[in-house]
């Protein structure tokens, strides 16, 4: 089994509204990640999550707030973002391990007006 | 520089042949890398992951990577329109554990 699950699946929210995306995976993974991706470009590395413990922040503004509260869930909280933050988020996951084969959940498309 | 690239396409293939894709990287990024089929409006799925110089066949798909030259390619034999989509090339970076992506390539197989 290699799913990682999303929610919500599509989110719309105010410039002014607090929102969170939820992850989970139940792989007994230890690192997890949240990416961005605008239309048309790759992903890009916004947070990386090793053994619950934030290991990688790429410079992301403060509106973006992630939070691990065990092993399998990862969270981003959303406050106070702009119309150009709306985007595919995509979480994913990974053993941990040296080879690190990432998984991809659904992801959740974001729409800031 | 771009530490991972890849040619935009779209590349067009007939029904049945084969369509090979590649990707190039640079020094800083690691020694694994990875291919996944994204459809319009999904996430990434993945296709392959290599790691050794040589050839890994998976069904309709062989990844090739050649360290001395530093690119990595995926083809696709037989290729079947529902095999349309964007492919990104992934090397991942060992010290910052995290994925560094090509922009992808676009292929239309044509019916």
Redesign the interface.
């Known amino acids: 089994d290699?799913e990682v699950t999303q929610t919500p699946k599509h989110l719309v929210m105010g410039m002014t509204n607090k929102k969170s995306l939820k992850c989970e995976q139940h792989m007994g993974h230890r690192?997890m990640?949240w990416y961005k991706q605008k239309a048309k470009?790759?992903?890009e590395?916004m947070f990386?999550y090793?053994y619950e413990k934030l290991?990688?922040n790429e410079s992301v503004p403060s509106r973006f707030s992630p939070e691990c509260p065990n092993s399998s869930l990862l969270n981003l909280h959303l406050h106070a973002l702009q119309p150009e933050d709306s985007a595919?988020y995509?979480c994913a996951s990974?053993q941990g391990a040296?080879?690190?084969?990432?998984?991809?959940?659904?992801?959740t498309?974001l729409l800031v007006l | 520089q771009k530490e991972v690239e890849q040619n935009s396409g779209p590349l067009s293939v007939p029904e049945g042949a084969i369509a090979s894709l590649n990707c190039t990287y640079s020094d800083r990024v690691s020694q694994s890398f990875f291919w996944y089929r994204q459809y319009s409006g999904k996430s990434p799925e993945l296709i392959m992951s290599i790691y050794s110089n040589g050839d890994k066949e998976d069904g309709r798909f062989t990844a090739q990577l050649n360290k001395a030259s530093q690119y990595v390619s995926l083809l696709i034999r037989d290729s079947q329109p529902s095999d349309s989509a964007t492919y990104l090339c992934a090397a991942l970076d060992t010290g910052r554990r995290a994925l560094t992506f090509g922009s992808g390539t676009r292929l239309q197989v044509q019916p």
């Open positions: 290699t690192a990640y470009k790759p992903p590395l990386v090793s290991s990688i595919l995509l990974s040296s080879q690190e084969t990432q998984y991809f959940g659904p992801g498309r």
